[in-house]
């Protein structure tokens, strides 16, 4: 009997490891370049140790031997095929001339379990997807910002009232000493509440309120928050099992019931503010007309999903910005003549628009776009991009390979990687604003550059982005002049448990009160 027992036994073990073995031989079977997995994590092991960033780790599998000189190569994500890729030319095609047939992320969170992660429209899939994007696109146009551009000024008043407060650490050097990325988001939190839902956070007066600490808590990176993500991104479908969620809980909990009072209180008075309420008010609206009228093919806007449109721009709004800002502030105060010659582009516009940040002073600022860009380049808030095949038809690589790629399979852009490619970015690793100059922004290769994504699934905010960073930056440095510490690093080292782009430690810094005079 045992003797029968221990031949079963040997037997499934000799039938899992042939079956293994065939799994994991995919890509060579396809006459693909693969980078050789390991067993049951696939090539994920450098992302799972952490011992390097994620972005470190996406930039290992895109230079490592087996991928040189290909335009894409085979990985695996545990146990799923999944391709990298590495040709401009195939990101191009996957982000942009094929979209329809790649049109979703491969990550997503779980429906039920997380409704304000999952319906948004980062992971949202289409026809949902399209949709949600279309209504929200008139938020983001340049009359509106214009329109909100008032009350993103009157957040760097604060700031810059918030920083000429703060007790000189040394009297004689007239500085104080401060975290970039935590004052950034102090900032960042205030625009996007006042802009979006017409609430005050009051960030400066209270680091700890409600907006602040929730926000922080979607993007406080422990090692189950990291396990979390990794799932998100590379194994989508166990996220139900596991009970993980984009959003926490708690935070699900006071957003919803946040963002749902804003919106009753909007519609009992009347009031419009030209916001991202306002447009939730009019999407809910349209819905209860079509239901009235009978109409049944009428996409839905009721309750979560008109929350989590506004959780994305809460959440999304307030990290990227105040990442850049911080990363920003970093290389400045490395390199003063850098800084020098943006306070002088700073001190000049603000003579001639007699001392008001206004918003054409702001779209003024060229060397200050300049400098915001080469960050993203350096610094883009997601190191990599995901794709899933969603034609109905395999779709076909050539003439790069013959290789067909099947519906569902996962596909990857390292966004990262491709920043810091020198074939692409001489030197990249050396922060050089000038790389964005009008004339050699021309010089660029094509779909090398993408720190807001590209194509249709491109980052719906990005104008609003660089503007609440901009104005936050101007108010910052009117007053102040950044220089490093004991404590800030001499090279930056990225969070090995953060899945978006975040400083190990923070990022520490010295505010020198120097006044423009302006």
Known sequence: MALGVLILLISLLVILYLALQKHYSYWRRMGVREIKPKWIVGNLMGLLSMQNSPAEFI???YNHPEAENEPFVGIHV???PALLLRDPDMVRNILVKDFGRFSNRYSSSDHKGDPLGSQNIFFL??????????????????????????????VGASLDAHLRQQPLHNERMRCFDLEAKELCALFTTDVISTVAFGVKANSFTDPNGEFRRHGRSVFEFSLLRAAEFVLVFFLPRLVPFFGFKVVPSEATHFLRQTINYVMAEREKTGQKRNDLI??????????????ASGIQDQFVFEGDMLVAQAVLFFTAGFESSSSTMAFAMYELAKDADLQLRLREEIRDALVESGGQVTLKMIESLEFLQMILQEVLR??????????????????????FHNFVVPKGMPVYIP????????????????????????????LHTPYTYMP????????????????????GLVC???????TTTERTPHRMQLDPKAIITQAKGGIHLRLVRDPLGV
């Not at 306002?278 to 239901?291: C, G, N, P």
């Not at 883009?380 to 034609?391: G, I, N, V």
């Not at 807001?452 to 104005?471: D, S, W």
């Open 476 to 482: 910052l440095l009117r007053n102040h002049l950044i």
């Open 415 to 442: 966004c990262y990687a491709l920043h810091m490619d020198p074939q692409y970015f001489p030197q990249p690793r050396k922060f050089l604003p000038e790389r964005f100059s009008p004339e050699n922004r021309k």
């Open 452 to 471: 807001f994504g590209l194509g249709p699934h491109g980052c719906i905010g990005e104008r609003f982005g660089f503007l609440q960073a901009k104005v």
């Open 78 to 80: 545990f146990h799923k």
């Open 59 to 61: 930039s290992q599998l």
């Open 278 to 291: 306002d447009i939730l008010i009019e999407f809910r609206r349209s819905t209860q007309e079509a239901k």
């Open 125 to 154: 899939k289409n026809p949902a997807w399209k949709e949600v994007r279309l209504k929200l696109s008139p938020f983001f146009t340049g009359n509106r910002l214009k329109q909100m551009f008032p009350l993103i000024e009157e």
């Open 378 to 399: 350096m610094y883009p808030p997601l190191p990599f991009l995901d794709r899933e095949c969603t034609s109905g038809r395999d779709y076909s690589l050539a003439p």
